[in-house]
């Protein structure tokens, strides 16, 4: 759960199963909003859900995440694996990412075996 400071990115299923996307407003002092309703922004409509409600993207569908906008994504089960795509703003991972809990950006990783694909950040240098 996160949102941008300065970001705003669109979120797109591009093909396979629903992506469920939760949302949440931020409030004055960056805490997570339970209780006041969320305008969403889905492919040029514009509407309300409660607070921590999952929006679902189905394949080609997307929503604008506007900054301040807490977000998290799950894939609905039983419905396959999905391809997200994101048209953004540019992106500050340093700089530019507000996370709910205190967290990096990646995940700590304990190595068990040779990985298959490689972070943004494991590619050799040079």
């Known amino acids: 759960m996160h ?3 300065n970001k705003m990115e669109d ?3 591009r093909g396979g199963g629903n992506m469920l996307i939760r949302v949440h407003n931020a409030t004055k002092d960056e805490d997570l ?3 006041s309703p969320v305008k969403v922004h889905c492919d040029g409509r514009e509407f309300e859900v409660p607070a ?3 929006v679902k ?3 080609g569908e997307s929503i604008t995440v506007y900054p301040y906008l807490y977000h998290d994504f799950e894939i609905e089960k039983g419905t396959g694996s999905v391809l997200l795509g994101e048209v953004s703003m540019c992106n500050d991972d340093e700089h530019d990412n507000r996370f709910y809990k ?5 995940p700590e990783i ?3 075996e040779l990985p298959y694909r490689l972070l943004c950040t494991e590619y050799p240098k040079g």
């Open 3 to 5: 949102f941008h400071w």
């Open 33 to 35: 909003d339970k209780v």
């Open 102 to 106: 205190k967290m990096g950006r990646f």
């Open 57 to 59: 993207l189905t394949p």
């Open 110 to 112: 304990e190595e068990d």
């Open 52 to 54: 921590g409600t999952q």
């Open 11 to 13: 979120i797109i299923n």
